[in-house]
Nanobody, 123 residues
Framework: QVQLVESGGGLVQAGGSLRLSCVGSGRTLSNYAMGWFRRAPGKERELVAAISWGGVSTYVADSVKGRATISRDNAKNVVYLQMNSLKPEDTAVYYC????????????????WGQGTQVTVSS
């Protein structure tokens, strides 16, 4: 099991940007595909973006396409989510998660989760 800690959330105005970070410990993240999820109040958990083990393949949800970029630095054991042109509907708790196998776009493959970081976008 890998321990994951997210950071970088906060309060930002609409149109602003944030970079979320997810630091892994206990195991090297290069053994995992990584995903960023979010859960807004009253809504289902959503896979926002995902990246394969070596970073060759990525997935970005339609809801954030063109505004979000996922990247990873395996040497630092960190995964990032850059969010630009933020909208109030991006307000949610953002979680990173790790998957040892399977498709990066399938949420059921993610077995290790961080505690989340709150992102609030004001209009």
């Amino acid at each position: 099991q890998v321990q994951l800690v997210e950071s970088g959330g906060g309060l930002v105005q609409a149109g602003g940007s944030l970079r979320l970070s997810c630091v892994g410990s206990g195991r090297t993240l290069s053994n995992y595909a990584m995903g960023w999820f979010r859960r807004a109040p009253g809504k289902e958990r959503e896979l926002v973006a995902a990246i394969s083990w070596g970073g060759v393949s990525t997935y970005v949800a339609d809801s954030v396409k063109g505004r979000a970029t996922i990247s990873r630095d395996n040497a630092k054991n960190v995964v990032y989510l850059q969010m630009n042109s933020l909208k109030p509907e991006d307000t949610a708790v953002y979680y990173c998660a790790a998957a040892q196998r399977g498709s990066i776009w399938y949420p059921g493959n993610y077995q290790d989760w961080g505690q989340g970081t709150q992102v609030t976008v004001s209009s």
